[in-house]
């Protein structure tokens, strides 16, 4: 049962990441594209999909550091990375080591 419901938020996930990249395809304000629905209903969906999120993040990087800090209600990043995508992406990656999430 436990199994099925990891797989439906994978899906429901996946399915999310994908519209949300089209649909955000061209924009470049963090605002505008962490306000898109799909992005919004990722944070609704909650800690589950973090170790996605993260996953994403090492793979494609893109705009997830909102989303984390939202679900987690936490945030890593050293004020002197900020902006800097490369350093808040390590830093986030090595918070999720620290507590424990596999991706």
Do not use: C
Request: aromatic letters at 12%.
């Amino acid at each position: 049962m436990e199994e099925l419901q990891i797989s439906e938020i994978e899906a429901t996930f996946t399915a999310l990441v994908k519209q949300w990249r089209e649909e955000t395809f061209g924009i470049s304000s963090t605002n505008q594209m962490s306000m898109h629905p799909a992005y919004q209903q990722i944070i609704g969906m909650g800690k589950p999909v973090i170790p996605l999120l993260l996953k994403e993040l090492e793979k494609k990087s893109g705009h997830w550091f909102w989303a984390l800090k939202s679900i987690s209600r936490e945030d890593p990043v050293p004020q002197e990375y900020r902006g800097k995508v490369k350093e808040m992406t390590k830093a986030w990656l090595e918070w999720g080591k620290q507590r424990g999430y596999r991706w």
